[in-house]
């Protein structure tokens, strides 16, 4: 189980020697696991950041093992573990090399995040999903410019819709 301290070691090496950090980034996953369910909010949000570093900054890989306890995390009883979680979805989902793999067991999890008890916590998922189907949209800009022209016309931020469509099928394996 990893301390507070030891969680923003974990960040700090993985800035200051990202090469090494990437080989070794897997073997961390599971001792923030076990921290992500620790009883001190201030230890799961310290563990929740340095997760995201790890998967961010290693092995995408991961995904798979760290997608139940984040699961757990939409319901902490903690608006900041929430809302750190939303950020490291959409950092993940706007930035991991191979994102669009992970679309299908991601975005539902951030769909959750949109419905927070908390407004500000809704409002920051609600944004960064808008700002997740725009950056779609410009990545996918030739298969998606004779649809998009004409759904202009019929509603705004196609995108998104064109984000989670080819997913649908896959999104019941992770509910």
Known sequence: MFSQESCQC??????????????QSNSLVKPLLHSMAHQRSKVRLAALKALGC???????TAIDDVL????QRVSDSTPSVRSCLVDILADWLLHQPDRYSYH????PLLLICMSDEVPDNST??????????????R????????QMDFMQLIEAMPGLRKC????????????
Do not use: M, T
Not at 10 to 23: D, E, G, K, R, S
Not at 124 to 137: M, V
Not at 139 to 146: G, Q, T
């Open 104 to 107: 299908h067991k991601l975005i």
């Open 10 to 23: 974990v960040l700090l090496v993985a800035n200051a020697i990202p090469q090494v950090f990437y080989q």
């Open 68 to 71: 139940s306890p984040l699961a």
């Open 164 to 175: 989670v469509c080819p997913f649908l099928s896959k999104l019941e394996v992770c509910v």
């Open 139 to 146: 990545e996918n800009e030739e298969d998606l410019k004779d």
């Open 124 to 137: 920051k998922a609600h944004c960064l999903w808008e700002e997740i189907g725009a950056q779609f949209e």
């Open 54 to 60: 790890v998967v961010r900054k290693g092995s995408a």
